[in-house]
């Protein structure tokens, strides 16, 4: 929600009763840790834009990337808001993906417009002008952090079992989360965005098509970055230490 629209941000009231401290699960609500690239969602994104299911071309390009992200598990470990559990056999469970966007400016060139268009604030962000943001539960302890607000399921092999916290904290390990409130209204958010991007792709059809052109453009040029990553951790460069259902980083933005 805009800056002058955030009861949080006009009342200075947290909403209380998030701040647990190494619980069993994670829960809807709950940030945890995922290893996935951010170019995932924009693959769901595209193919669920209708200009693109109709260009055979673009949905079959945006289809073999993400089979390439999936079956690969590129990508690196990053924070995730948890929107739904999985039901087993049934269905998967539903995520909101969390990154920096290597701490530029959303506002950089070097930005692909479809972040531009669809990631939200995490507050300390304050984003971008008149743009929504969100709170978390103790407050996010940096102002790099963006959320794609666009949910996405989780691949077969990729399991939200651990939440996310920050190395610095002290024990037990501190747990974020989005309040109900919160979460409902980004749900909302996420919905209404998604809305106004396909009227808008469906009015102006070469919009649609150039943002699917940049896009790849810029996910090829960032290929071997993300590969490199992934190398990284898979030959146990980057570490990732685990307490009970607690991951804990070596790095304070992800």
């Not at 390439?68 to 909101?96: H, M, Q, W």
């Not at 290597?102 to 972040?115: C, D, F, L, Q, T």
């Not at 103790?138 to 959320?147: C, G």
Request: charge should be positive; proline fraction near 8%.
């Amino acid at each position: 929600m805009s800056n002058s629209k955030c009861s949080i941000c006009a009342t200075g009231i947290v909403p209380a009763g998030l701040a647990r401290s190494a619980p069993m699960s994670c829960a809807t609500g709950d940030i945890c840790y995922l290893r996935e690239s951010l170019a995932t969602p924009v693959e769901y994104i595209l193919q669920a834009t209708e200009v693109i299911r109709q260009d055979p071309v673009a949905l079959q390009r945006s289809k073999a990337a993400l089979r390439d992200l999936r079956s690969r598990s590129i990508g690196k470990y990053r924070p995730c808001l948890l929107v739904r559990n999985a039901i087993p056999g049934a269905r998967p469970a539903t995520e909101f993906l969390m990154g920096t966007l290597r701490r530029e400016p959303i506002e950089s060139p070097s930005i692909p417009k479809v972040y531009r268009e669809f990631c939200r604030a995490i507050y300390p962000n304050s984003g971008f002008l008149d743009s929504a943001h969100f709170h978390t539960t103790p407050p996010w302890p940096h102002s790099s952090q963006w959320l794609v607000s666009y949910p996405i399921p989780l691949g077969d092999n990729n399991l939200v079992t651990v939440h996310w916290r920050f190395k610095d904290e002290s024990t037990p390990a501190q747990v974020y989360a989005m309040d109900k409130a919160s979460l409902e209204a980004l749900t909302v958010h996420s919905r209404k965005t998604f809305k106004e991007w396909q009227a808008r792709c469906n009015k102006e059809p070469e919009f649609a098509r150039a943002v699917e052109t940049e896009w790849r453009v810029r996910s090829a040029a960032l290929r071997p970055r993300r590969r490199s990553i992934s190398d990284k951790y898979l030959h146990g460069s980057e570490l990732l230490c685990f307490s009970p259902t607690i991951a804990t980083y070596h790095s304070r933005a992800k």
